[in-house]
């Protein structure tokens, strides 16, 4: 179960672990909304980024992949690993925002466990939206989590439609932050910008 800590702060901006070894501007949140494969290093062999992650101003826990589809059991060892790389990284000092994903109900048992409620949490819409039925059970987990975690603040890593979200702006503070997909299509619509209150 990831601390109940308020040393996590709403991020400047999001920073992908990929980049986070050459990156100059320390003051953001690494994520790791990547294939999973991009990081699958990380949670078995956590120690070896602390150094790396002390850099910056925190970290939001790993999104391992919930698919649809996916069995069950994995899709339980993939929550377990998001909370217990946040703990490890939280018993070295380093500021933590539990990054949130779910399937389709059948994952609501186990996907909020040990998650503090109040709190500050992330979820990403990237790849979640693309088709219909991938967008109404993203949709459909989003009062779930509302009501589970009574988060303060939830941070939109990704586009954050209106006729996905619009209902429930009212339950919570929201902040946006463009994926690196938008940062680097400006041209078909992409956001360059941080955070969007």
């Not at 992908?16 to 699958?40: L, M, T």
């Not at 490890?88 to 059948?106: A, C, E, M, T, Y």
Request: proline share 6%.
């Amino acid at each position: 179960m990831l601390m109940n800590l308020n040393n996590a702060q709403i991020p400047r901006d999001l920073l992908p672990f990929g980049k986070a070894r050459s990156c100059e501007n320390k003051r953001q949140y690494i994520h790791f909304y990547q294939f999973d494969n991009c990081f699958s290093s990380v949670l078995t062999a956590t120690a070896k980024y602390i150094d790396v992650m002390k850099q910056y101003d925190g970290v939001i826990t790993p999104d391992c992949s919930i698919l649809i589809g996916q069995s069950p059991c994995l899709q339980q060892t993939n929550t377990y690993m998001n909370r217990a790389v946040g703990f490890f990284l939280q018993k070295q000092g380093i500021p933590v925002i539990p990054n949130i994903r779910w399937g389709d109900k059948s994952t609501y048992d186990f996907c909020f466990l040990g998650v503090p409620r109040n709190g500050i949490v992330c979820i990403s819409t990237h790849g979640c939206l693309r088709d219909k039925n991938l967008r109404k059970i993203f949709k459909a987990g989003i009062p779930v989590m509302l009501d589970e975690l009574e988060p303060k603040t939830v941070l939109i890593h990704g586009y954050m439609p209106e006729d996905v979200f619009g209902e429930y702006m009212h339950r919570s503070h929201f902040v946006r932050y463009a994926s690196e997909y938008e940062r680097t299509h400006p041209e078909n619509g992409g956001d360059t910008n941080g955070p969007r209150v």
